[in-house]
């Protein structure tokens, strides 16, 4: 039972460039989450999916696209990167938020140069 | 709104001392509440929960009672060790409510253990 799991790990980016951040779960949960992690501002909520085909706006979506196709994919999407998405950025699921909390991939940190 | 409010840290504490960090949350309906750890370079991974008043949740000896009237789940152990070193974050649900149910997270305390 892998959990959540992120790809990639680590990036660097230029300016302009695009790229999308793959987050995998294999607990068939339904929702799924987006965090950036910046210091200072502990953890924001980027996008969220409630289910498949579903997706919606969270604290911080300007910058940000996503999709969920598939039940146990979220993809996190930057067209056009800027050096204010430097950060961590954390994937997360749950079967059910209020009672079991949620389940954290390890996290992509990405560098915008 | 909904809020969390812990203890400022760094919490700085020498290995087996008595850890106690503050947590204190604003929120309507009935919350469940929850600690995370977050190790360094790694992601939050759930360290206990509590899910309706009186309730005390526990883990690797780490517990924390929910105490509605005092709007409170502060974190203890009684004996840390230098691998507690992380960063601690309280964060509530609120339940009863319709609507998406999102997580609200403090700001994270962080703590050192001394040899």
């Known amino acids: 039972n892998a959990g959540v799991t992120q790809t990639p790990k680590f990036r660097v980016l230029k300016t302009g460039q695009s790229m999308t951040l793959l987050c995998a779960q294999d607990?068939?949960?339904?929702?799924m989450y987006w965090y950036r992690q910046d210091p200072g501002m502990g953890l924001r909520l980027i996008h969220y999916s409630v289910g498949e085909g579903t997706t919606a706006k969270g604290e911080v979506p300007d910058g940000y696209n996503v999709s969920r196709l598939k039940k146990q994919n979220f993809l996190l999407g930057l067209e056009s990167a800027a050096p204010s998405q430097t950060s961590v950025y954390f994937c997360?699921?749950?079967?059910?938020?209020?009672?079991?909390?949620?389940?954290f991939g390890s996290g992509t940190r990405l560098t915008v140069v | 709104g909904d809020s969390v409010t812990q203890m400022e840290g760094p919490v700085t504490l020498s290995e087996e001392a008595f850890l106690t960090i503050n947590c204190t949350y604003t929120?309507?309906?009935?919350?469940?509440l929850f600690w995370y750890v977050q190790y360094p370079g790694e992601g939050l991974q759930l360290l206990l929960k509590?899910?309706?008043?009186?309730d005390k949740g526990s883990n690797k000896g780490f517990e924390a009672t929910y105490r509605k009237e005092t709007t409170s789940f502060h974190l203890e152990k009684g004996s840390v060790q230098v691998s507690d070193s992380a960063v601690y974050f309280c964060?509530?649900?609120?339940?009863?409510?319709?609507?998406?149910?999102?997580?609200?997270f403090g700001t994270g305390t962080r703590l050192l253990v001394s040899p």
């Open positions: 997360a699921s749950t079967v059910s938020p209020g009672f079991y909390g949620y389940t």
């Open positions: 964060a509530l649900i609120p339940v009863g409510n319709t609507g998406f149910q999102k997580l609200v």
């Open positions: 509590a899910t309706k008043a009186d």
């Open positions: 929120a309507t309906g009935y919350p469940s």
């Open positions: 607990m068939n949960h339904e929702y």
